[in-house]
């Protein structure tokens, strides 16, 4: 998923030729507001790697989960350095989530974001330099802020001409339950291609088509006779997105992504405190859109 907040600067304010760049910034424009939606869908199968019709210590599981946020943002002036702030007020946040159909209880702090406030600061560079909530909030914004810093992670800060490709790292936390607890971080890399500048009205909108190609480093599993049950994950992600800019404006207008996942859980063990390994697959869809 891309960045909330995503400023492109068209020389001049023309339709730019062939060969001119367009800069995406991840820095808002001064005195600027702008309403996003934000929605996740994910899909997650767990499957025993163990012969047909043999019985397995470990369960399939059916993972399925949405999240929805919806927030403003509104850009104040830069200061002296060049920094500019924004203030993030998030409006709607709801989720859920079902394990083989059961309904689960998702994060308690998700419904209580609604009225609170995330501050963004940007440097002179356009980049993402810090998210901060209020004190007496931190514990309760953390994964907010998480998905917040995750969502910029995606966005490049470069100066494109059309057909012209932008590589960016990232590194992200993927919020889905593994059986042992591990938490799955994946590390990778998000080209950025711009594809055309099109009419939209008034305005000019530029068009990227993304491609993301991330893993997560095979660990070496925990023995299950030890008492602890810590798999080792093998797990790669692959997928495309399409991004919207308003150039005139400065404003991402829309972001749609969807990616595959797959994987390898590896338990460990030998004998008969054996566990089989297990295959995972998934698909998480996303979309973004801003008003303005």
């Known amino acids: 998923m891309a960045a909330a907040a995503i400023g492109l600067v068209c020389l001049d304010g023309l339709l730019p030729a062939q060969t ?19 929605i996740q869908d994910i899909t997650m ?8 019709g043999q019985p397995s210590l470990i369960p399939t599981m059916k993972l399925a989960g949405k999240t929805t946020l919806a ?20 409006e709607q946040a709801n989720g859920e989530m079902s394990v083989n159909g059961v309904t689960m209880p ?19 560079d356009g980049k ?35 057909g012209e490709t932008t590589t960016t790292p990232f590194s992200i936390p993927l919020p889905v339950p593994v059986p042992g607890g591990v938490p799955i971080v994946l590390e990778g890399q998000v080209k950025t291609t711009l594809v055309s500048v099109d009419a939209d009205g008034d305005d000019h909108l530029a068009k990227c088509d993304q491609a993301f190609e991330a893993a997560m480093a095979p660990q070496a599993p925990s023995d299950p006779a030890s008492g602890t049950m810590r798999p080792s994950i093998d797990m790669k992600m ?46 998480i869809k996303a979309a973004l859109t801003g008003k303005y």
């Open 20 to 38: 001119e760049k367009v800069t995406i910034s991840l820095a808002p424009r001064s005195g600027q507001t702008v309403h996003y939606v934000a």
């Open 45 to 52: 199968e767990i499957v025993p790697d163990v012969p047909a």
């Open 71 to 90: 927030f403003t943002e509104t850009s104040g002036s830069p200061d002296p350095q060049g920094r500019v702030t924004a203030v993030l007020t998030y």
């Open 106 to 124: 998702v994060t308690a702090s998700l419904p209580d974001l609604v009225g609170k406030t995330l501050i963004l600061v940007f440097g002179a």
């Open 128 to 162: 993402l330099a810090d998210v901060t909530a209020p004190p007496e909030m931190t514990a309760a914004l953390g994964p907010a802020r998480q998905f917040i810093t995750d969502l910029f992670k995606l966005m490049p800060a470069a100066a494109l001409a059309i």
């Open 238 to 283: 692959l997928g495309t997105g399409k991004l919207q800019f308003n150039v005139d404006r400065g404003v991402m207008k829309s972001n749609e992504s969807e990616t595959t996942v797959d994987g390898v859980l590896s338990f460990g063990g030998s004998g008969a405190t054996a566990l089989p390994s297990a295959k995972i697959h998934g698909t």
